[in-house]
């Protein structure tokens, strides 16, 4: 490396560097490269690798930052191009947008609480399982992830249709007489969106329950605990971290989800998403979609935020390492 | 002493006490499971409920297969006839050929952008160890946070203004943003098990940076690599939402067709289409998983 | 105490095999009620095996156990109404200490009031009173290793299990607090099986001692007379330190390196046996020379001080290596000594320990 000779320097680097400001001078004075000089050198070497990670940066800055931003000033405009809150003012007036959100925040709590309610006991098996039945069971978990949204929401699609398999068998099974409407409409929705997102409940929520020490539930045995305390005393409250987290990102995730809602409330169930949607495709109504389109991001931020918190607090309560 | 250590003058317990007391053999359903001896009687109920949901899960995704070659007009499933027409129908579709060849494009330029990307940030990042890192690599995770459909219409608003709606260009852009945080992840993981100092060993010895990154770490992070080169791909090649508003006209994706004709009605070429990309994206994972996998020294 | 504080423990004939490994070989064992029972191993010797039958977690292949006159092979774990203290502690980490303690309190129905006394009262046997409040992750491990304690004896079981308990300490604290679970179980009377692999613990704690090898019980005894009369090779091996020197008895007579060994006790069968030799019972010039001894000749090799006792490693004529513990401060026998010197040992004949040279043993 090209030497940078050893220049006086203020005395604050070679604290920096951890050496005494005598010993740098000493070495300094002697002509060798002083530790905080070295220190410096690693700094400016680091800061270089660091820029690899600039064309990433870039890329993100350029096709979403800025996008994204330009929304938000979009909210703010009127047609005519003045600068005005109409399109956040329509949003608290018109009731058709309080009947979108309060469909949104439905179709997500209800697919949130029907992905706990499967999820968490396919977890539970999953993680009572020996190492090769769970990697084979896993894959029942990982398929749909692999699988397109499309091919997966066409699939439901024929599934739930008047004519399709579910209406077929229930009938033959005598489970209902006619042909119940089972898509087009928020049970078809559910379906979809819960097949969708109940893996992302799953992962995080195998993952802690695996990292709970089997000791601890041969401790609550030892102390007197049958399998059904032992479970909701010690073991269920060891899996709330896990629990909460993949609650959290199904919640947010059905938030902006469009796809399959879209298809499968065939025009009925209308979320957010597919609202601004239509304001664009539709209306090319910018100034509305982007009004929207602040407020969904707003959510989700919030719902992070909140979501970070929680985890912290039950993390503190409950981390599961056992020495 | 003898051996198994009884004090001497103790007399062995009644023949027929020691039988009563030993145990039974075990039918599997009576067989413990855990340590604290649950068996799997008591959990038939838990099993049951456990397949029902997998069943769920997997249902969907297989019925697509057969249902692809079902002779009638309408989707069925079983199918009544088998047929390859609306495989036929597929391929003889000049706008559905064109359709793919647009998405297996995106999909292969978008792996090539994102991968050395997401490579080369998650190398930026893991060595450069400063406190703020974790605040670039939040900023690089953000396009997985924000709801798709704003970044849809954002990056349309955009390219409306630069003229880059329906180019392949745009496209590949756009989806590239869309991966390189799944790149970035998958390396940066792979990165934490990695141990550092063999980059510096072989530079002490002698090679530069770029040198001792491309003999050394980068073999052994390469399944990593592989696997986000993988999710690259089918992040574009899957993606619908964003090519629904970028990408239209000659430059359509398959996934758009695809969703304009769910929309309007429901086509079984989709199911055809659906069953192929299903093989592909099988064959994708699989050959990532070989490729990459590492070789026991 | 209303009810008995302890229980005896009878096991019969417990076998337990996994695949092709036998980790317990048809063992027999009786514990006395309120004693302090060492089960002593290298790992994998089947010990912790052994205590988890106990415990059940582990269920035999088949054999009987009795805690006092009942039968447990079939019960379940949570019924067994034993204390159990476990090698990492598992403490609730999303309870206080106060509830880790009260936690077998609450699933037997105690009412409040008595439970907090109850808890407050455990705390303070393992001196740790007032901690109640304190969270797991707040605690150091010689604190967490008296929590856990305490929990497993907050609801007077008769029968404690403790599985290598203080093999997380350091050295200082484990030994402080060898002394202090012995004068808890002294206090308590409970029967304690302890399991552990560190000789000098069990020497320390025990009534007696199971030493277990391979899933059988080697020798059980005081721990005195396990270290001065070990019943066979690997006893002898796995407690002290020791060396075996090749003896040939013949017709009642034990001959070591061709001259006949002087005993205190009879020699045994004929055949091969091997004379076992503790560092501390060679005797050096002069007493040596002492009537009545046996005398082992060879060169010193290295004289190693090892703070209170110095340790001599002679190479004897016929070719053996053999260690001299004396202790350091001993005028005359050690100071002198130079590696070089001509050395004269001597073996008292109580001293002189032969066992069958057996490899069955094993």
Redesign the interface.
């Known amino acids: 490396m090209p030497g940078r000779g050893g220049h006086a320097r203020p005395a604050g680097n070679a604290a920096e560097s951890g050496v005494s400001a005598a010993a740098d001078a000493r070495d300094r004075a002697a002509g060798r490269p002083n530790a905080s000089l070295l220190h410096r050198r690693g700094r400016h070497e680091r800061l270089g690798v660091l820029c690899l990670a600039l064309p990433s940066l870039l890329l993100v800055f350029i096709t979403l930052v800025l996008p994204v931003g330009w929304l938000f000033g979009l909210s703010l405009l009127a047609d005519d191009g003045s600068l005005t809150l109409e399109h956040y003012r329509k949003m608290l007036e018109q009731p058709s947008y309080a009947r979108t959100f309060r469909t949104t925040f439905e179709v997500s709590v209800l697919t949130t609480g029907i992905c706990v309610l499967l999820g968490y006991p396919l977890s539970y098996f999953l993680s009572q399982l020996p190492r090769r039945a769970a990697n084979l069971c896993m894959i029942a978990v990982l398929l749909p992830l692999w699988t397109s949204l499309l091919v997966r929401t066409y699939a439901w699609l024929v599934l739930l249709q008047r004519r399709g398999l579910v209406n077929t068998w229930a009938m033959e099974l005598g489970l209902w007489n006619e042909p119940v409407a089972l898509v087009h409409n928020l049970t078809g929705t559910l379906i979809g969106t819960v097949h969708v997102l109940l893996p992302f409940l799953v992962l995080p929520l195998y993952a802690s329950m695996m990292a709970i020490d089997r000791d601890y539930l041969k401790a609550a045995a030892n102390l007197g605990a049958g399998p059904v305390r032992t479970f909701w005393m010690v073991f269920f409250p060891l899996s709330l971290p896990g629990l909460l987290t993949g609650a959290l990102i199904v919640f947010i995730l059905c938030l902006g989800f469009y796809v399959t809602p879209a298809v499968l409330g065939g025009g009925k169930v209308i979320m957010v998403s597919s609202r601004i949607a239509n304001d664009i495709e539709i209306f090319f109504n910018w100034g509305a979609a982007s009004a929207l389109g602040v407020v969904l991001l707003v959510l989700t931020f919030a719902f992070m935020l909140i979501a970070s918190r929680l985890l912290r607090a039950s993390a503190i309560l409950g981390h599961a390492d056992p020495t | 002493?003898s051996?198994?250590?009884?004090?001497a003058g103790?007399l062995?317990?009644p023949g027929g006490?020691?039988r009563s007391?030993?145990?039974a053999p075990v039918t599997w359903l009576r067989r413990?499971?855990?340590?604290?001896?649950?068996t799997h009687r008591?959990?038939l109920w838990?099993?049951a409920?456990?397949v029902l949901?997998?069943a769920?899960?997997?249902?969907?995704?297989v019925?697509?297969v057969p249902?692809s070659f079902s002779g009638s007009q309408?989707?069925?499933?079983p199918p009544r006839q088998w047929s390859l027409r609306w495989y036929d129908n597929y391929f003889a579709s000049a706008s559905w050929m064109a359709a793919t060849a647009t998405s297996f494009k995106a999909a292969a330029l978008t792996t090539l952008v994102a991968t050395p990307?997401?490579t080369?940030?998650a190398?930026?990042?893991h060595?450069?160890?400063?406190r703020f890192?974790r605040l670039?690599v939040g900023?690089?995770l953000?396009?997985m946070?924000?709801?798709?459909?704003?970044?849809?219409?954002?990056?349309?608003?955009?390219y409306a203004k630069l003229h880059l709606v329906n180019t392949l260009a745009g496209l590949v852009?756009?989806h590239?943003?869309l991966a390189?945080p799944l790149v970035?992840m998958v390396v940066l993981s792979a990165f934490k098990s990695f141990d550092a100092n063999q980059e510096m060993v072989a530079r002490s010895l002698g090679a530069s940076?770029v040198v001792a990154f491309l003999l050394v770490t980068l073999p052994q992070i390469r399944f990593a690599v592989v696997s986000g080169a993988a999710l690259a791909f089918?992040t574009s090649?899957?993606e619908?939402?964003v090519a629904l508003?970028v990408s239209g006209g000659e430059n359509s994706t398959l996934?758009r067709n695809?969703?304009n004709s769910?929309?309007d009605q429901?086509d079984p070429t989709?199911?055809a289409i659906?069953t192929i990309?299903?093989v592909v994206?099988?064959l994708l994972?699989a050959v990532s998983q070989r490729f990459g996998r590492k070789r026991d020294p | 105490m209303p009810r008995s504080a302890s229980l005896p423990i009878t096991i019969r004939q417990v076998t337990k095999t996994y695949g092709e490994v036998t980790s317990l070989d048809d063992v027999d064992l009786d514990i006395r009620s309120g004693e302090f029972m060492t089960l002593l191993g290298p790992s994998g010797s089947g010990k912790t095996t052994l205590l988890t039958v106990l415990a059940g977690f582990t269920r035999p292949d088949h054999g009987s156990l009795k805690f006092g006159d009942i039968e447990m092979i079939g019960t379940p774990p949570h019924k067994r109404d034993v204390g159990m203290v476990f090698q990492n502690y598992a403490l609730f980490p999303h309870m206080t200490v106060a509830g880790n303690v009260g936690f077998a309190l609450r699933l037997r129905r105690v009412p409040r009031g008595e439970a907090d006394r109850r808890i407050e009262e455990a705390l303070t046997l393992v001196r740790l009173s007032g901690y109640g409040t304190r969270r797991v992750d707040q605690l150091s491990g010689g604190q967490r290793q008296r929590v856990a304690l305490a929990r497993a004896m907050v609801f007077e079981p008769r029968i404690l299990l403790m599985d290598e308990p203080l093999s997380a300490l350091d050295k200082q604290l484990r030994e402080h607090m060898q002394i202090e679970l012995r004068q808890l179980h002294d206090k308590l009377g409970m029967t304690t099986v302890y399991v552990t692999h560190d000789q000098r613990e069990a020497l320390t704690m025990s009534d007696r001692i199971a030493v277990i090898d391979h899933g059988r019980i080697m020798q059980l005894d005081t721990p005195r007379r396990i270290y001065e009369r070990p019943a066979n090779r690997f006893v002898a091996e796995f407690i002290g330190e020791s060396t075996f020197l090749p003896v040939v008895v013949s017709g009642g007579v034990a001959t070591l390196g061709g001259r006949p060994l002087a005993l205190s006790a009879p020699a045994g069968r004929d055949g091969p046996h091997l004379l076992l030799v503790r560092p501390e019972h060679l005797h050096l010039a002069p007493a040596a020379g002492a009537a009545g001894m046996n005398v082992l000749q060879g060169a010193v090799t290295a004289v190693v001080y090892q703070g209170d006792s110095t340790l001599v490693q002679v190479k004897l004529d016929d070719g053996t290596e053999i260690g001299v513990r004396a202790p350091s401060a001993s005028r005359g026998g050690v100071a002198g000594l130079r590696a070089g010197d001509r050395a004269v040992l001597g073996l008292a004949p109580e001293d002189a320990i032969l066992l069958p040279d057996n490899e069955a043993q094993r």
């Open positions: 002493m051996a198994k250590g009884r004090p103790e062995p317990p006490t020691a007391a030993t145990v413990p499971v855990t340590d604290t001896q649950i008591s959990r838990l099993y409920i456990a949901v997998m769920f899960l997997v249902i969907p995704t019925i697509v249902m309408y989707l069925e499933f990307l997401g080369m940030a190398y930026g990042l060595v450069s160890r400063f890192t670039i900023t690089l953000t396009p946070i924000v709801p798709v459909i704003l970044i849809g219409i954002g990056i349309f608003y955009v852009l756009a590239s943003m390189v970035v940076r089918l090649f899957d619908i939402i508003f996934t695809m969703f769910l929309r429901v989709i199911a659906s990309m299903i994206t099988s994972l």
